[in-house]
Every structure is written in C-alpha cells, then in structure tokens.
C-alpha cells in the first residue's frame, strides 16, 4: 500500500500566516479575495490591492435604505479615504423602493426568485444584495463609459467601497442642492449633467431618482450618485415617467438659481438619443 503523500511532494508549500486581532473599528481590507468582486479596468493609481487594515471614521450618510461610512485603508506607506455604501436588509429599511423602478428587471436564479416573492429571510436578504448589486453593475459601466460617477473599488455581499469625491482640500464634497455656484459655473454644471445623461438616454438608460440631493458639486466639476434604481426605459412601461421627473427636478433648481434652462426641451432631446 502506497504512503499517501501531501502537498509539499508536489512541490507545493503553504504557509499559514495568522492575522493579528484588530480593534472593534478596524478589519483586514479584502480587496480581491474570493467572492468580493473589484471595479473595472484601468484601475486607479490610488487604489489599494495589496493587503491593507480598514478603520472606521464615522458615517457621511444615513439614507433610508443604505448607510454611507468613511473608512480609512492604509498600509504602511499609503493611507486613501473611502466611502463604504451598505445596504440594509429588508426588515431595517425605512424606505422600500416602489415596484415600478424594477419592472423589467430579471432575477435569474428561481430559488432568489421564489424567495423574494414569499418574502422570507433569506428573500429579503436576496433582496438587499440585489440593490447593491444592481448599483455595482451600474457604477462598474459607467465609470467604464467615461460618466461622472464614484469609481467603485470593490463589492463585498451588500457593501460597495468606492471611490470618496472630495473638494480641493480633501473634504467630502457637498451635494449640489448645497451648492452655490456663480452664473458661468452654474452653465457648467448643467452642461455637464445633461452630457451625461445624454450618454444614460443613449444607453436608453434613466437615473430614476435623480435630483440635487443626488448630484456631488466639487470645485468645477460634478459627480452623480446614488443609482440602485437605474430605469430602462424602452423596458420598463414607467421608463418615460421616470425620464420625465428626472427631468423637471434638475431643471427647476437650476431655474431657481438663476440659469433659463427647459425641462420639456430636455426631455424631448433625451428621447431622441434613446431611439
């Protein structure tokens, strides 16, 4: 009978290397391990692959269905700031999305499926990741596309780590509805907003929720967050609708400050790159 034999007879040899224990505010970064996913290509010279310790900071947000945290990830020769967007289950949400954002989408696997429908646990647990990764997928594409959007660096289960937009001295940046820019900026700004969503009509995509609370305003130059409920709207019947509120939102706090700019006239140029 043959000795059995182990992997260093292959030629192979693991070392097992034990993480010390970290403080309660603090974790072992978990860039590309198994099961979390990382952001699209060409990375970012700021991004941190190597193994890292991530400490909590506070918290930069608190929605109705997710939280925004600072974390730190550091090694021992580089620090960067992050903002770490999670998504709470079901049962601790304050809000839950109308149905009419995810009309069209499809939920591949039929267990999920039967789950969420029943509304148990474990579907509403599905429920969450789904949100968050239907924000992955939507960030990772268009950041890919060139759009104003937070490079997403990693997801892991209902957590996205993504990129922190700062001002020029390294503060978070204000949302637009914070904002007040002069009249140049302020064209600016719209020029920007509309350009991307241009490329959103194009992809004949809606952001669903768009407004000035969901816009970054940093230096010369603007950022468009929060985008779960990213709307298809040649799929879902309420597309045009949500099209549409997107629309009147910008283009009325733009008014308010001043720029004469029409919802209507943008709502009709924006159908015109969706066909």
Known sequence: MHEPRSATDYGFDFTFEAKPDLPADQRWSRYDEMGVLTGPEPLPDWVITEMAIDTELGILKTGKEADVHLVERATDDRVELHAAKRYRSHDHRQFHRDSGYVEGRKIRNTRD?????????????????????????????????????????????????????????????????????????LAAFWQQLTDAMRVLASRQLAHGDLSPYNILATEDRVVIIDLPQVVDIVGNPQGMDFLARDCRNVANWFVSKGLAVDADELLSELISYAW
């Open 113 to 185: 499926r039967r789950a969420m429908a029943k509304g148990s646990q474990w579907g509403r647990s599905v429920e969450a990741g789904q949100w968050a990764a239907a924000e992955w997928g939507t960030l990772c594409d268009l950041w890919s596309a060139g759009l104003p959007v937070p490079y997403p660096i990693q997801l892991d289960g209902t957590e996205i780590l993504m990129e922190l937009i700062t001002d020029e001295e390294g503060r978070p940046a204000p949302r637009l509805a914070q904002a007040r820019p002069d009249p140049d900026l």
